[in-house]
């Protein structure tokens, strides 16, 4: 993964958008990291996601626009483990010597002692499915500075916010809610982007769609995941890919989401399939 550099990206590559006055949405390329400010008036933060390989001195310098210098967040949260979720986070866990949390079932691929499946081209869709084979698939080493997320379903340093299991696109991966404000970090649960085309993923066009179909294994479990993020009944929606998303918008599209799954999200045709 390290020796790989990946030329995608997207026009809101490099942009900060704030979401609420303490969640904020930074693009790396093609992939989504969040920022949560643990209060409004408050410089200490956590990590969600670490984006793309080659992406850690990128995001230093999204943190310190944001928060200014030497402000290192309190914990790194993964919603999973896949290239574009953890390219930086080796990296950044060290020298920010923070702890980092994810499921229990993701925990073979962050500790060096599993790969993901390899991509598979042979789904239907745009020119991203048919680049996938270039995507990393293997596990990166966190060692011991990786910790299972509560069993409780709380949320390491976010107060008021709860983790669920939202498995499918990999058997670990977790979304985040916030209760209170009904604010989602979906992670790749689904997204706002139709993540196998190029144009749209360059263009960042949004529309709600299932997880990435060339990396996404199980398809019960994804449409169960999906099911299980509807009826939260979100207000706000970070995913992994795409423009965060509110209101009608978010809420239809999910309903569609949920009611055409099988047409709209799962490929035709496909090794897991």
Not at 57 to 83: C, N, W, Y
């Amino acid at each position: 993964m390290k020796d790989k550099i990946l030329p995608v990206t997207s026009i809101m590559n490099g942009s900060i958008q704030e979401v609420t006055n303490t969640l904020y949405s930074y693009t790396n390329q093609v992939v989504n990291v969040c920022f949560y400010r643990l209060s409004e008036r408050s410089r200490e933060w956590v990590l969600i996601d670490a984006g793309m390989p080659h992406s850690a001195e990128a995001i230093r310098k999204a943190v310190t626009k944001q928060f200014g210098s030497d402000h290192q967040p309190q914990a790194i949260i993964l919603t999973h483990g896949h290239f574009d979720h953890v390219g930086a986070v080796e990296e950044l866990a060290q020298d920010w010597n923070v702890p980092v949390y994810a499921h229990e079932k993701e925990m073979p691929y962050l500790t060096g002692k599993r790969d993901y499946p390899e991509p598979d081209t042979s789904v239907e869709g745009g020119w991203v499915a048919k680049m996938s084979k270039m995507f990393p698939n293997e596990g990166i080493h966190l060692g011991d500075r990786v910790q299972p997320l509560p069993e409780d379903g709380s949320v390491p340093e976010m107060q008021g916010w709860k983790w669920l299991h939202t498995p499918g696109h990999t058997p670990g991966h977790v979304s985040l809610f916030d209760e209170e404000n009904r604010i989602l970090i979906a992670g790749d649960a689904f997204v706002t982007v139709r993540q196998d085309s190029l144009f749209k993923v360059t263009m960042q066009t949004q529309e709600i769609h299932g997880p990435p179909r060339y990396l996404t294994t199980d398809w019960n479990a994804a449409r169960q995941s999906v099911e299980t993020l509807r009826d939260l009944n979100p207000k706000t929606a970070i995913t992994g890919h795409g423009v965060p998303m509110g209101g009608n918008d978010l809420k239809e599209g999910l309903n569609q989401l949920v009611s055409h799954f099988d047409e709209v999200a799962i490929p035709d045709h496909g090794e897991y399939v």
